[in-house]
Structures are given as C-alpha cells and as structure tokens.
C-alpha cells in the first residue's frame, strides 16, 4: 500500500466514523434535544395560561361570592307557587300608593320552563299578568319604576297608552311574573 492510497484510506475511515457517529450518536440526541425544547415551550405556555387564571382567581372568586349573595334575593323575588292572593295585594298596595286607578288584573295560567344555573335546575313558571288602569302620565312613570323594585319579579312586555278624559291615560299592561317550581 502506497502513502496515498493510507491516507486516502484514513480520510475515509474518518469520514465513516463521522458518518456513523452522525446517525447513531448526534441524530438521535438532537432529536430528543427538539423534543425537550417542544416540551419545554408547551409547559412555558401552560405556566403563562395557569397564572393568567391565578391572577383572575381573586375577582373570579369575589364575583362568585357577589352572586351567590344575590340569589337569595332572587328567591325572594320568585316564590315557589303560584301566590296569587299575595300578589293582588301587592299590585292593589302600590296602586294605591300610587294613586293610581287600578280597573282591571288579568292573570294567566303558569307556562312552565326550564332554567339552568351551574349544576343546579330548576323549573321556572312564567304568570302572564295584565294591568288595565287609568293614570296621569306622572305616575304611570313612577308605577313602571316602582314595579322594578316590586317585591316579585314583574317583567312588562307590552304597554299601549290611550288618551283618556284629561290628564288621564288608559292604560294596558302586559307583563309577567315568575313562579320557582323546585330545586
């Protein structure tokens, strides 16, 4: 073997030997290597996305203390029954107080439906309710602003006003009240 043909022969062993080490040495560790970086970046973003929700934790928590304080109130406002008594007499008190002249209250049968609160479901009857009374445009205002602070819940979904014998109006309300069924 000549000089030439040992060195030839050294470079190619070296380049073999590169060659190899290339797939079975640096290859697979530069694999595992991306690998660890993906890992890496996933976790860094669920550690961004967890203390995103730390942050928001106190206000979530402050709000869920907010509304679970307000459900009694809620409750108030829907009574378990269909209480029609109790609610003539509301409606005839704050006429009265009101001034206002109550002619007619029509009240429908429950139309039950089904409303949901996190785990919790409850059957919700909605009671039509129509008012025929005559008012001054005064305190028809203060009964609509009153009936938002009324001891029930009353939804008004209609109003129509006629002209009655000056200053009155005739008035027709459409609303609705609302009945809790069970829990």
């Known amino acids: 073997m000549s000089r030439t043909q040992r060195i030839l022969l050294i470079v190619l062993g070296v380049v073999l030997v590169l060659v190899i080490f290339n797939y079975l040495v640096y ?39 907010q509304l679970q304080a307000s459900i009694p109130a ?37 139309q039950r439906g089904q409303a949901q609160g996190g785990a919790q479901t409850a059957e919700v009857g909605t ?26 819940l009353v939804a008004v979904n209609n109003l129509v006003v006629s002209p009655g014998t000056l200053p009155r109006l005739s008035v027709q309300i459409d609303a609705a009240t609302y009945v809790l069924e069970g829990r």
């Open 27 to 65: 290859a697979p560790v530069q694999a595992e290597y991306q690998s660890l970086v993906a890992q890496r970046e996933e976790r860094l973003r669920e550690r961004d996305r967890l203390r995103n929700i730390a942050v928001r934790r106190e206000a979530l928590e402050t709000e869920y203390d």
């Open 74 to 110: 809620l409750e108030a406002k829907l009574p378990r029954e269909k209480d029609v008594p109790v609610l003539l007499v509301q409606l005839e008190q704050l006429a009265n107080a009101l001034r206002v002249d109550l002619q007619n209250i029509s009240i429908g049968t429950t």
């Open 127 to 152: 009671v039509p309710l129509g008012l025929s009374i005559t008012a001054t445009y005064r305190q028809l205002i203060d009964l609509l602003a009153q009936l938002q602070d009324f001891p029930r």
